[in-house]
T-cell receptor, first 110, second 117 residues
């Protein structure tokens, strides 16, 4: 499985934008970039995914570099409920499982 | 949105007993489900891939005779921790994807916290 690297932790102030980076320099042409987050004592929750173009949904935006070797998850206005561990995962339909790295622990300060 | 339901949310059992955890996809069919284990302050670790109608595929280092997986239908997979010991205490999480759609997101259960005393 292709690997991703993320910062161990990040901090943000409430109501400010947050940019969570992910490096995936060995990404293959068929790999989709998925983001999930995990709140304490809960299972992971889907956030967003994309292939080449930037993506937006009600939770976040995903900005994908032109060479696809990195991506950034953007939370436009962080709230206290966004405090979680965020995982960036590469996935294609040939690799059947999702492999989780350490993720980024996001703290949101009031 | 699609929902994966995991039961129970928590369980306490005595050492040497067996515990069954259920994972159901509520509004989609899943030919494949995944089981993870997560220790405190660590990431999710894939234990096995559950395949409907066939044997599960276990990751290296996971004992298949200790962690029994059954995927009897397209909406239900079960994980049985046999002869549980305190070191099996962990947070167990299942996930599933909609088999009718390709390259879709995975949906995760809410997790089961197992404590073996």
């Amino acid at each position: 499985d292709a690997k991703t690297t993320q910062p161990n932790s990040m901090e943000s102030n409430e109501e400010e934008p947050v940019h969570l980076p992910c490096n995936h320099s060995t990404i293959s042409g068929t790999d989709y970039i998925h983001w999930y987050r995990q709140l304490p004592s809960q299972g992971p929750e889907y956030v967003i995914h994309g292939l080449t173009s930037n993506v937006n949904n009600r939770m976040a935006s995903l900005a994908i570099a032109e060479d696809r070797k990195s991506s950034t998850l953007i939370l436009h206005r962080a709230t206290l409920r966004d405090a979680a561990v965020y995982y960036c995962i590469l996935f294609n339909n040939y690799g059947q499982n999702f492999v989780f790295g350490p993720g980024t622990r996001l703290s949101v300060l009031p | 949105g699609a929902v994966v339901s995991q039961h129970p949310s928590w369980v306490i059992c005595k050492s040497g007993t067996s515990v069954k955890i259920e994972c159901r996809s509520l509004d989609f069919q899943a030919t494949t489900m995944f089981w993870y284990r997560q220790f405190p302050k660590q990431s999710l670790m894939l234990m096995a891939t559950s395949n409907e109608g066939s044997k599960a595929t276990y990751e290296q280092g996971v004992e298949k005779d200790k962690f029994l997986i059954n995927h009897a239908s397209l909406t239900l997979s079960t994980l049985t921790v046999t002869s549980a010991h305190p070191e099996d205490s962990s947070f167990y999480i299942c996930s599933a994807r909609d088999s009718s759609r390709t390259l879709t997101e995975a949906f995760f259960g809410q997790g089961t916290r197992l404590t073996v005393v």
